[in-house]
């Protein structure tokens, strides 16, 4: 089992649902608040990987659910200048292992990364439940 770091946003019941499976895997969970850590462009460009940009973005962030934001429309340094600017833009979770960097949660990319366990079994855990029935996120702000 793995040490992860997890960079979520404190209160998000998909984030605590997204811990809890980690843990119940055997893994440590190190929490940290995305939306307080000192990111930089350089920090935070590698949890990208070679995602398309975006699929960079919080697809239920406040901006981009009203449109303000066009993810489709941004570049790299454009996506990345926004998110350090607005860390509520961030897709998440972070997730850091040994070093590897990756954004979101998708339970199959996870098993077959470090070891999640029947993540048939999971659903989905990066719809805010409240966003999904068309309510707002009762957590904060999305």
């Known amino acids: 089992m793995v ?7 404190p209160g998000c019941r998909n984030n605590t649902r997204q811990k809890a499976l980690l843990e119940a895997a055997g893994h440590t969970v190190e929490a940290h608040s995305l939306l307080t850590h000192p990111w930089t462009a350089e920090s935070l460009r590698p949890f990208f990987t070679d995602k398309p940009v975006a699929d960079w973005f919080n697809k239920a ?14 570049t790299a340094d454009s ?3 926004m998110m350090l600017a607005e860390p509520l833009l961030i897709r998440r979770p972070l997730i850091e292992v040994a070093g590897e960097r990756r954004c979101g949660f998708d339970p ?3 098993d077959a990364w470090i070891g999640l366990g029947e993540p048939e079994h ?21």
């Open 61 to 74: 962030a406040p901006r981009v659910k009203s449109g303000e934001v066009d993810p489709t429309a941004a």
């Open 3 to 9: 040490h992860v770091v997890f960079y979520e946003k």
């Open 122 to 142: 999971v659903g989905d855990v990066e719809t805010c439940p409240n966003l999904a029935k068309g309510n707002p996120c009762k957590h904060g702000r999305e």
């Open 79 to 81: 996506a990345l200048a």
């Open 108 to 110: 199959e990319a996870i």
